[in-house]
């Protein structure tokens, strides 16, 4: 029995040996086997895993840049351009340094049309928050912001062609008002640093902004303009030892300085009171740069349909569900009702009728390709044999004299072919039914009824004499406005009393240069 009892002793203890020998051994197991479950599951990502390491890369790998870029030395980007494109040409300013040229006369720059910055200084409730803040120019982030807001503070009154009740909205002073349109779009900011270059700064440089909304005159009537820069270019010629300046007019600012040289020859209270010799006294040379001195064509279909080359962009805005009247925002119609009242754009109306721009079935161009035809870039056109792209079958007679066709077909056809309506008669007798939309959009398109607009399609073609009809036809109040301010014929008698008149001072076909024989005049 004792025998048995150390046996099954000897087996208990044996058995108890071995479980422990096997926990012992699969505690080594275990201690293998968790390092390698941690690591494997370790390289299971998730989606938010590789969100974080993405942004993580992209946050130090522009850090990284910006760090490179604050401490690197800025010759090398130039080092490196001019490794890749050869040796960079010196701008003009320094150029003109290098050559010994250093400030002379004073410089006098006027803006164009739409180029010069305009800042709020009174608005309604929808503008809290913009005083002093740029409506036009810069940014132009109020336009997406609060775009009805925007129009009804960049509009004029529809009557006066001034201020609407409430809304104060005025040119910003100084260089940087029309340096940059917008972010990387220079107006005159290159110009600018040239003559810094040769040693010019502000008070050698003078921007005459204005508020190019307004008519001419009513510059002056509003915000005296003109008589500020009457006083402006005094002072630069009497702090400058009597060196007159050189103004650089732009495009609309061509025709804006041409009626200030008259206002300021005219007696007040029209006129400036500087007499026939102050051009002689304080004007060296005037450059106009691009000068629309007979008008340009493209001012009558932005004035008739918001159609023009230059701003084609805001007709990006109107198509799509934004211009649906459920919307209550009609993009397209609000741009016709705000440029409608800006009267400087009647400045700009093609001058001199049929004598300058031409007829029905004549133009001072001449014969030229038809509208599929490759335009040429060369200036002569006499060696064929040098232009063996062009198809002489394709070319046509036609008239661009007819400044607005409704039709391809019609625009090329002679005008003995064409059926027109009296677009002023016919339309007008007949009974015209109102057109009842009480959309509060339109400016004066309630008045006309539908058989009216449809007689401006009806006539067919307009030349430079019948546009005037067709936007008196259109747009009375604009050109009621128009008619006061300026005027678009050609004078018999430039010595008439009737043309001392300021709505003929922007025209050269109507009024006579200033009484400066000294003072030069450059065209570019």
Not at 439 to 446: K, L, R, T, V
Not at 463 to 470: K, R
Request: aromatic share 12%; proline share 5%.
């Amino acid at each position: 029995m004792s025998f048995l009892r150390r046996r099954k002793g000897t087996d208990s203890s044996k058995s108890q040996n071995l479980r422990c020998s096997i926990v012992k051994e699969d505690e080594k197991n275990n201690l293998y086997e968790s390092p390698r479950k941690e690591s494997y599951n370790s390289k299971k990502w998730s989606c938010w895993d590789s969100c974080c390491w993405f942004i993580g890369f992209v946050c130090s790998v522009w850090w990284f840049l910006l760090l490179l870029y604050n401490t690197m030395p800025a010759s090398i980007p130039q080092y490196v351009t001019e490794a890749i494109t050869g040796p960079l040409t010196d701008p003009p300013g320094v150029k003109l340094r290098k050559e010994g040229l250093t400030v002379n006369h004073p410089v006098v720059f006027v803006p164009g049309i739409v180029t010069g910055g305009l800042e709020l200084w009174e608005g309604h409730q929808c503008a809290e928050g913009l005083f002093r803040k740029r409506l036009w120019g810069g940014s132009f982030g109020e336009l997406y912001k609060r775009p009805l807001c925007w129009a009804q503070h960049m509009s004029l009154d529809n009557e006066t062609g001034l201020d609407p009740p409430g809304i104060r909205v005025r040119p910003v002073s100084g260089l940087v008002a029309a340096d940059y349109f917008a972010a990387g779009y220079f107006v005159w900011a290159v110009l600018i640093a040239n003559l810094a270059q040769i040693g010019y700064e502000e008070k050698t440089m003078y921007m005459a902004a204005y508020d190019w909304r307004l008519s001419f005159q009513n510059t002056e009537v509003r915000d005296q303009t003109l008589s500020r820069i009457k006083s402006n270019i005094e002072l630069m010629v009497a702090t400058n030892g009597g060196k007159k300046v050189v103004v650089i007019p732009h495009s609309m600012g061509v025709l804006y300085f041409l009626h200030f040289m008259k206002w300021v020859e005219a007696p007040p209270p029209t006129g400036g009171g500087g007499g026939s010799e102050w051009c002689a006294k304080h004007i060296k040379a005037v450059m106009n740069i691009g000068g629309p001195f007979l008008g340009v064509p493209k001012s009558v279909s932005g004035l008739f349909s918001v159609e023009a080359r230059d701003i084609a962009i805001a007709r990006t805005f109107a198509p799509g569900f934004l211009d649906k009247d459920v919307f209550g925002l009609q993009t397209f119609q609000h741009l016709m009702r705000m440029t409608r009242t800006w009267d400087s754009t009647m400045s700009m109306i093609p001058k001199g009728g049929e004598t300058i721009w031409g007829g029905l079935d004549w133009s001072p161009e001449g014969s030229s390709f038809n509208c599929g035809a490759k335009t040429l870039r060369n200036n002569s056109i006499n060696n064929t044999d040098q232009i063996p792209n062009i198809n002489l079958a394709n070319m046509k007679n036609v008239n661009y004299g007819r400044i607005i066709s409704f039709g391809k077909d019609v625009a090329e056809a002679h005008s003995s072919k064409i059926e027109r309506v009296d677009l002023l008669q016919d339309s007008m007798k007949a009974d015209m039914l109102a057109n009842l939309t009480n959309c509060d959009i339109w400016i004066e398109y309630h008045d006309i009824g539908d058989h009216r607009i449809k007689a401006v399609a009806d006539y067919k073609v307009y030349t430079a004499g019948s546009i005037l009809d067709l936007l008196h036809f259109v747009s009375p109040k604009l050109m009621a406005r128009g008619g006061a301010h300026f005027s678009y014929g050609i004078a018999d008698n430039l010595d008439d009393p009737n043309y001392q008149h300021y709505k003929y001072w922007s025209n050269p076909l109507e009024t006579k240069l200033p009484d400066a024989p000294d003072m030069e005049i450059y065209s570019i």
